[in-house]
């Protein structure tokens, strides 16, 4: 028993027998430098995953202020009594993925609800006491010329709450709103915890996406409904907006596979991406860019970045579809939809090819995927 205790014992703490270590003594030594160190590299990620949380996740923060400018007049909105007085909003789970953007999934008046606050806002305008008034929403920049900021609040809650394939806007205050809930996503069904994400490649996410996603039928349903919020942003009454992170974090769906946009924050006026571009100082095109990849080419001659994004929204959409659509895609349409998407991502963002080709474009994709799910369960 005791031969076999000991046996256990060497096995488990390291693989080689008594009679190697007499011969080898550095071995034992090493054996405990690995334990250690495996020790101390675990410990250490478990403090950068609370401390990242810590500094993420600010909600408390932003309650505090938020109701802070309630009472004292500076701010109003649909649901500031809800939230501060009667504390009828319930703060859940935290989905920042940014210090200044708190997100979090929440419970109001038996509604599940997303909680989005833009925090970096309202604490710099608490800072600043005798302020002018300021932005009132984070999702989009101060009003161009000739539009009051009341004009302004009103056309950018309108958009929240007139479109279809983005989570409908519930309540407000201040810079605190309420939105429909999370829709379901790539990483919703992947269900990984989130410090495993960041450490997986960008190739094993996309593969653990198609393979615990929804099948491909209803991937095509929910690009349809992907490409006709491309259309609205384009066509839209308030004019034109981009798309201005284009990841598949974003591509949300609901129960029933209707897309919805998971996130609107990085979604912006074309008049303040032009603002914010044209004139600005570069080296590079890097230098010209707004928000993850609205991008403009960089006149190295003058230095200074150009109005025209060097991708419109279809192309940087039909490049992510490329990767969410010929995976398991049908064989008689693969070579169709591969070239009709290749085409797709070389279109640029000129003013002169975006009215007709785009629409074109557009047009023939939507069609080709939906002949293929039309008069089935799927559509």
């Excluded at 519930?170 to 069904?189: I, Q, S």
């Excluded at 996410?205 to 198609?210: E, I, P, R, S, T």
């Excluded at 080296?283 to 001659?301: F, I, K, M």
């Amino acid at each position: 028993m005791r031969r076999l205790r000991r046996l256990a014992h060497l096995v488990l703490f390291c693989p080689f027998s008594k009679r190697l270590q007499g011969r080898l003594p550095g071995l034992r030594v090493r054996c405990i430098f690995l334990a250690w160190l495996g020790v101390f590299a675990g410990s250490w990620l478990v403090y950068v995953h609370y401390s990242s949380y810590s500094e993420r996740c600010r909600g408390h923060v932003c309650q505090v202020v938020i109701c802070d400018q309630y009472r004292k007049g500076i701010i109003s909105g649909s649901v500031c009594q809800d939230l501060c007085e009667l504390h009828m909003v319930e703060w859940r789970t935290c989905l920042s993925v940014a210090p200044g953007q708190q997100v979090y999934s929440g419970l109001w008046r038996d509604k599940d609800v997303t909680i989005k606050c833009g925090i970096e806002e309202t604490l710099d305008s608490k800072a600043r006491s005798d302020a002018a008034p300021r932005r009132e929403l984070v999702l989009f920049d101060k009003p161009t010329r000739g539009t009051s900021i009341k004009e302004f609040r009103e056309m950018t809650l309108s958009f929240l709450k007139e479109k279809e394939h983005a989570s409908r806007l519930l309540g407000y205050c201040g810079d605190l709103y309420l939105t429909e809930g999370v829709p379901h996503g790539a990483w919703h069904a992947a269900a990984l915890p989130p410090l495993l994400r960041p450490l997986l490649p960008p190739a094993l996410q996309g593969a653990l996406q198609q393979w615990l996603g929804p099948a491909w039928p209803w991937r095509a349903k929910i690009a349809i409904g992907l490409l006709e919020f491309v259309e609205e942003l384009f066509h839209g009454s308030y004019g034109t907006f981009y798309m201005c992170e284009t990841t598949l974090a974003n591509v949300g769906y609901t129960a029933t596979y209707d897309f919805k946009m998971a996130d609107l924050q990085q979604v912006a006026p074309e008049a303040t991406v032009r603002r914010f571009l044209q004139g600005r100082r570069c080296e590079h095109s890097t230098d010209c860019t707004y928000g993850r990849d609205c991008r403009a080419p960089c006149d190295r001659l003058m230095r200074q970045c150009k109005g025209d994004l060097i991708q419109p929204n279809l192309a940087k959409v039909c490049a992510l579809l490329r990767g969410y659509l010929l995976p398991g895609a049908p064989a008689d349409l693969r070579e169709e939809l591969g070239t009709q998407l290749r085409t797709c991502t070389t279109l640029s963002g000129l003013a002169s090819q975006v009215e007709a080709h785009h629409s074109l474009v557009l047009s023939h994709l939507k069609t080709l995927l939906w002949k293929k799910i039309s008069n089935t369960k799927y559509s």
